[in-house]
């Protein structure tokens, strides 16, 4: 099944973030970096696979990917 | 089957049947003299009416498995005696919070520690109310006849059930050993209540008082009806969730505590002989109060004014009752009991110094005799 | 009225069960009161056993026996012990098979060699059957039927001939010692 | 993939308690992920825990939830299970929980292959009572209690529940979080007592103590000492040193204690002329 | 080293370095808030002293290795709070029923269970002294200042084992967890009591009473010394072998009792301030004494004849201080603690109706302040 | 050979409350075999019990002897080793002492390595209660309460301890005497925590339900069903039935604890130059 | 090393002995044999060989088994 | 005498610890009285955190800061948090680099860039000891020589210098603002 080629965005929920870190650790395609308040921003969406990674170590449910609209 | 309704029943197969009556569905517990008989039947029973029974590793579990069980919506019972009661402190305390309907039975034998296994003894009256850390009214009935044992187990349901709360059902090993003749109420006239279910469909906070009659007790939805609701042994507010504020929490230790001591009047029941015009008031309960009844009969037949007051329940503590025989002008108030005076305790804290007390007491496993309370009546005398 | 009776020997002798019988006899088919109480512990596995029996015509209070009025003895341990409680001008049976030394008592004293008929009726299982019958029949305080339904409700069908034949056997033994007999003791029937 | 799971939380009680970088989050998500994937109705879902920052996770798990007494979430869960067998019942556990006091109620539940799902958040410390050490602290490392380097033995959480005769056995790490997820839809489906070892970073107690300066470099720990279990097997054992294995250690078909139970029931019924 | 003889310490840790100072060389404890700095100091202390330290998997394995280290020569020591303290209870009246002297610490939280883990409590101060089941008196001791935990640690260590007892410190949150000054006495002025010992080669009976002063204690050999004796949780006799006698049992359990029971005055402690002509006494214990120590100065600074009864022994109950103090005139007792009325109810026990008891409570964490005690105070006025 | 044992037993004692055929004498009579056969010092050894039957064996050995509270024994010796190291500390439990009420301790002393050495007298059902089902109890035996035959699985208590982590693990039986004694004394000898599961006859109540008419047919059961370790593992297990294995399944080194605690100990006096 | 034949000793204490059998049944040699009184009586003390398998089974420490003096 | 200090901020800044040596200093150097309380559970976790002090010339009653006299606040958070229970006429203490806003107060407000300081000097960690210097130079409660003992009692050798050299500094600017310095409340000093 060929995956279409839609791009994905993520969300992030400053108000549950705690800024460990590790999205942006996680993320094989540099999409996110650390802000300024230690909290992730998305630098490069394009880039972003879906992979999940970032989501799925966020201890603090505070980071949604999904299929852009 | 029935053709008779007359049966003779040991004490602790009186409360497995009065259990199921009640409709208990779920049992857990451990063995212990003297009260495996309860468990025995339960494995035996219990399946034969679609119930589980279950003997788990220890008492901790048996209590929490009770606990378990009744949030999921059963009707459920332990059964314990001295050591096996110890342990499950912990975990009635959890019931308490956390408002968690269900049955405690204690057949109480020696202590303290592994004490007389086989022998009686009475010395777990104020375990059953502070056994537990923390502050926690409890509702401890205790039966004396076998016959009260079926009803009173009953009644223990129907008082876990509409307070929400644990109910600890005092026996000792007298009445729990004990074969006497029970006559079955015909199963339409029992008086059988179940727990309040909140409306389907409402928002429900499992620990908020509503209006009314018995407002102070929340419903109590089950597990896997669709409520979706959050249980914790934690200080919580109404919604059941965990609280650190004190303004949040005092009102709720203060209301699981009064909705047993506000109903003091309505949960005491307590059997009176004599005590109209009695000059000396005989106080006991559980298998004692069979010596102390014999003694009180016995002395009015040679024309002394004794009186005798059996509690059947004991906790809340029947102050009230007390208190009303006391304002009566009594020259003492004697008090055979197999411990070494709790329950004389409780009594001289009620009296408020308006008659001496006076402890009649055996610890080692020897059921007070009649002449015992007759000697210490003549002494009084 | 208040008649306690007391049933002790050996564990394994059936007298526990005995009087289990006897006192449920009593509470499904008659309108007295009943208290059965039994021995418990360590003591009551193997060794010796004891079940006592209650009969009142109002509830009984204090539940325990301490000085019977009936006391059947089917090993000699259990009459040296018990011997000395027997209430004045009560009974004791004794199973003559074992009991070969009787104290002297303040009561009537009745034999029978109760083992040694079950063990002739078939199987000595049953001799707690002929000293229930005894009781039964010496006192009065139930009937044969009724003490028959209460066995059948309680033991298996396989057992009922036998059992009601040990039953019946001692009903007889025990009318006719209530109809005198060999007295042992210095004292008066009950 | 990319489902909402926040329909799975009580998203009025976030963020929740525990430290950043906290595993306990992860593993959280993907027991919840696990749900999801696997369709469960969550009105039939109930979730029990015991005591520990571990089990904290249901209060903010939108099922019904039952926050009970320290080690006897099994115990408690005993009694939801087999007094309504059609529910799922998930225990969530620490180490501490599930191994030091509750260690009794572990192995008993599996021995029984009760239809429970037991996921322990292993951090190998108490993180709620502060960093004391606790059954699976490896030896040597340090703890508020161990001063001078822990010197009891640990549990392997796995081989103990597999010795107690649990018929599905299996771990995986917060770093593996794709495969913490499949190995819990496992669990959940496996009918009997599943067991998961879920090791999950506490950065505050035990990373700080162990020069683990933050919860990324636990998870890069877990990254390298993590062996599957075929290579695990194969391993020399002298070559083995902090590395542990990973991946489903059992899985094994044994008649569920619910479902005997309802033979009794039915026996019982039958013989009573109930049925 | 230790130039200075003043400290800051934690109430926790004033407890670990008074048990040191006492003897202390065993403690197997389990971590629990707000208790577990004990565990942790003891597990940094102990070792430098050629002691041990064992975190044992729960607090019932705490309790038993406690017993066994204690019978096997060492002085030992557990703490815990509340849910810790309920399971410990079993395993406590082991030790009352075998006479083996040890120190339990519980640091009160709130609950009922799990309650409010970091916020104070003195709600277990009825679950100290009926947390078991059976008859067993026990001493319970409760410091309200740091350096009183230093002094009563070790005194709880002395009476452990002068008579051969568990002995109970009951501290409350706010205790355990304040850091105030301890000025340490000098080695040599500390009174250390160790247990008795057979005399060696003598016929060993390890529960007989002796002649003479104590002789209600019976010495304690340690296991290894060679006496090969028999410990059991069954009633047992003088020789420590079980019984199923009444008469046998009987004086056991009533000794156990009445070593304590006995010595109510000797054991009894409080600090009394302007008790001699007050009329309104105010009663209270741990850290709510000092809120009532605050209020009754602040009173007593505005003329009002209000004095305080802050009780250091909860058990056995200082009936006979009460009494004292209440044979003047009273016009009430004002009793502020941190639960429903527990003290208060002990209280009125003992006073016979001679003045009105009133509580001042608060049960979700928040310390009893000066100001509401002097309303109550200002209520009875 | 025929040493005098009496001088190990109280014998003012005797005779003990067992019923008649209990294996627990046989099991009793073997430790003290072992006692006397390893010259033991008897003023040394310690006995530590919990409650049941077997836990009463104490009362008649003539050495210290602790008889506790249920399933606690193995946390009392706990306590006895560790203060005074120097004991040999023997306790002795039953089935549902030691893994029903007390499985906690048992396996949290065998993951400790702590040297004890644990007697378990195994008869399968609680003998003190009259009769009971315990976690031993095989799967559709009759007990008081298992009416209508056992449901729940079984403990294998060797593999139990084994995943806890016990260094040394055996079992015999009351029929094999003479190697039960000598697994017990390789169990004494042993350094650290052993363990040996000593299969012994309730004819009164595991025997009578269970048709086996008395203590000889249950002996001659363990006899037809007692295989050695090796002929075991060569057993297809189509065919092991209601066998079970005999013999030592484990025995390894590994730090004692007692030992290891000594050196914090040193560690801790070196610190603050105690020592 | 050859053992020398000297004979033995059984001893039975019938105090302690509570008739459960299993020494008779474990005599390999027909030593002994179950008495009246259901407690064990030694019929042929020659042909014990001292193999212990009596007392070791004795549930009751009721048996003793000695080279005679 | 008695006079209540609190110390608030972020879990991390080591306030608790401030708070603790202060007491410590009293504690073993001089005759006054003391007790320290501190935040406990999950809120002191990561989250906010404080130490409370109270000094006396007699034991302490009450041990509970409901009012202090000094406090300092060394987050936002902790400052509209705490603000409103200062003592009337007491000084609040905030460290201007993470304090923006400052409610009305009845009493003194000073103002001082503590972290920013603290990270000039090497190690933003040091700004507890810069705090604790503050409060010892402003209120005099303590000597400094006597806070350098009790520091150097509890921390790490490596940690001194730099420790000591931040609590002189912090000791210097409470002795100046003791002497005056922007008033911003409209109370009066303490
Ligand atoms: C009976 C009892 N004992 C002790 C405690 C204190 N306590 C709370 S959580 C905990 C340990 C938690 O450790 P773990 O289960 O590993 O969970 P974590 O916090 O590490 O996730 C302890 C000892 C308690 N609440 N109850
Ligand atoms: C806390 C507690 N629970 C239950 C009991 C009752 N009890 C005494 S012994 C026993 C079981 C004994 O079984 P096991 O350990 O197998 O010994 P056995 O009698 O079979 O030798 C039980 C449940 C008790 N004494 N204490
Ligand atoms: S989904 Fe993958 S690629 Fe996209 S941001 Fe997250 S980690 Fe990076
Ligand atoms: S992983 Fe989550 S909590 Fe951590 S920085 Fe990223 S979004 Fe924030
Ligand atoms: S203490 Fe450890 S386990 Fe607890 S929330 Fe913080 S990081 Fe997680
Ligand atoms: S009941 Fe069983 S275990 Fe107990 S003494 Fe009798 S035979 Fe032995
Ligand atoms: S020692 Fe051996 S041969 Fe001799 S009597 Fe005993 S069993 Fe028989
Ligand atoms: S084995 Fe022992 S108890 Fe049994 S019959 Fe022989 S001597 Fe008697
Ligand atoms: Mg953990
Ligand atoms: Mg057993």
Redesign the interface.
């Given at each position: 099944m060929a995956v279409e080629a839609r791009p994905w965005d993520v969300k992030i929920n400053s108000?549950?973030c705690?800024?460990?870190?590790?999205c942006v650790?996680f993320c094989p395609r540099g999409v996110l970096k650390l802000g300024d308040d230690g909290r992730p921003v998305v630098v490069d969406i394009a880039r972003c696979t879906?992979c999940?990674?970032c989501?799925?170590?966020?201890?603090?449910?505070a980071i949604?990917?999904?299929?852009s609209e | 089957m029935e053709e008779s309704r007359s049966r003779l029943y040991q004490g602790n197969e009186a409360c497995v049947e009065g259990a199921i009556a009640a409709g208990m569905r779920f049992f857990a517990g451990y063995p212990i003299t003297p009260s495996t008989e309860i468990a025995e039947l339960c494995s035996v029973r219990l399946p034969q009416v679609g119930g589980t029974f279950i003997q788990m590793e220890d008492e901790i579990a048996s209590m929490a498995a009770v606990c378990g069980a009744s949030l999921a919506g059963l009707k459920a019972m332990t059964a314990t005696s001295g050591p096996g009661f110890s342990l499950k402190q912990e975990n009635i305390g959890f019931a308490a919070e956390a408002e968690i309907p269900c049955v405690i039975v204690n057949v109480q034998r020696v202590g303290p520690s592994t004490g007389m296994p086989t022998s009686p003894a009475q010395g777990d009256l104020m375990q059953a109310r502070w056994g537990r850390h923390g502050d926690q009214e409890i509702v401890v009935l205790s039966p004396a006849y076998v016959d009260e044992v079926y009803s009173l187990t009953i009644e223990a349901f129907n008082i876990a059930e509409e307070l929400r709360t644990p109910v600890i059902l005092l026996m000792d090993e007298v009445v729990g050993h004990l074969r006497e003749k029970v006559t079955l109420p015909k199963p339409g006239d029992l008086v059988i209540k179940d727990r309040k279910k909140p409306v389907p469909g409402s928002r429900y906070l499992p620990y908020a008082p509503g209006e009314g009659e018995d407002g102070d007790v929340p419903p109590l939805a089950a597990f896997g009806d669709g409520f979706r609701f959050h249980v914790t042994g934690l200080t919580h507010g109404p919604d059941g969730f965990p609280t650190n504020s004190p303004s949040v929490g005092e009102p709720q230790i203060k209301r699981i505590n009064s909705k047993i001591s506000s109903r003091r009047e309505k949960l005491c029941k307590a059997e009176e002989l004599f005590t109209e015009d009695a000059d000396i008031l005989v106080v006991s309960f559980g298998s004692s109060a069979r010596s102390a009844k014999k003694a009180v009969k016995d002395l009015r037949a040679v024309g002394v004014k004794v009186g005798l007051l059996r509690l059947i329940t004991l906790w809340p503590f029947p102050e009230h009752v007390i208190q009303r025989i006391a304002a009566g002008k009594l020259k003492a108030v004697i008090v055979p009991e197999m411990n070494l005076g709790q329950l004389a305790r409780e009594v001289r804290r009620c009296l408020d110094g308006r008659a001496p007390v006076i402890g009649v007491n055996r610890v080692a496993g020897k059921l007070i005799e009649p002449a015992d309370v007759i000697r210490a009546v003549q002494e009084v005398k | 009225m208040r008649k306690e009776f007391r049933l002790a020997g050996a564990g394994g002798q059936g007298l526990i069960s005995a009087s289990i019988i006897l006192a449920e006899a009593i509470a499904s088919r008659t309108d007295l009161y009943v208290a059965q109480t039994q021995s418990y512990g360590p003591e009551s596995r193997g060794g010796s056993s004891r079940g006592d029996v209650i009969v009142s015509d109002s509830q009984v209070d204090y539940p325990e026996v301490t000085n019977p009025e009936y006391l059947l003895v089917m090993t000699q341990d259990a009459c040296s012990t018990y011997a000395k409680d027997l209430a004045p001008g009560g009974v004791l049976i004794a199973d003559s098979t074992y009991v070969k030394e009787i104290p002297s008592v303040n009561g009537t004293v009745k034999s029978y060699p109760i083992s040694e008929r079950a063990r002739e009726m078939g199987r000595e299982i049953v001799a707690n059957m002929i000293g229930l019958g005894i009781l039964a029949g010496l006192t009065g305080v139930v009937s044969l039927e009724v003490l028959e339904e209460a066995v059948m409700e309680r033991l298996p069908k396989s057992t009922w001939d036998l059992n009601k034949k040990a039953l019946r056997h001692g009903f007889e033994v025990g009318m006719q010692m209530a109809g005198g007999g060999e007295e042992v003791g210095e004292g008066t029937r009950a | 993939m990319g489902s909402d799971l926040t329909k799975y939380l009580r998203v009025e009680k976030l963020p929740h308690i525990w430290c950043a970088g906290c595993g306990h989050g992860i593993v959280t998500q993907a027991i919840v992920r696990a749900i999801d994937e696997l369709g469960l109705d969550p009105a039939k879902v109930t979730i029990v825990s015991g005591i520990g920052c571990s089990s904290r996770a249901p209060g903010y798990m939108n099922f019904d939830t039952l926050h009970t007494t320290h080690g006897r979430a099994i115990a408690f869960a005993t009694g939801v299970k087999l007094a309504r067998p059609e529910l799922k019942v998930i225990v969530i556990t620490g180490d501490g929980d599930a191994a030091a006091i509750g260690g009794n109620h572990l192995i008993h539940a599996a021995r029984r292959n009760i239809d429970l799902t037991v996921v322990c958040y292993n951090n190998s410390i108490y993180g709620m009572t502060s960093g004391q050490y606790s059954p699976v602290t490896p030896l040597g490392s340090f703890a508020s209690t161990a001063p001078y380097g822990m010197v009891e033995r640990p549990f392997d959480l796995c081989e103990l529940v597999m010795g107690a005769g649990g018929t599905f056995v299996a771990r995986s790490t917060t770093y593996h979080a794709r495969h913490l997820t499949n190995v819990i839809k496992q669990a959940i489906q496996h009918k009997g007592f599943s067991f998961v070892d879920a090791l999950s970073q506490c950065p505050t107690y035990f990373g700080r103590r162990n020069n683990m300066k933050d919860a990324l470099a636990m998870l890069n720990w877990y990254k390298e000492n993590a062996v599957s279990r075929d290579d695990w097997a194969k391993m020399p054992p002298a070559e083995r040193g902090s590395k542990f294995p990973i991946g489903v250690f059992r899985d094994e078909e044994a008649p569920e204690y619910c479902e005997t139970y309802r033979k009794v029931i039915e026996k019982a019924m039958e013989e009573v002329g109930a049925k």
């Open positions: 108000n549950w705690k800024q460990c870190g590790l650790a879906g999940l990674l989501e799925m170590h966020c201890p603090d449910f949604a990917v999904k299929r | - | - | -």
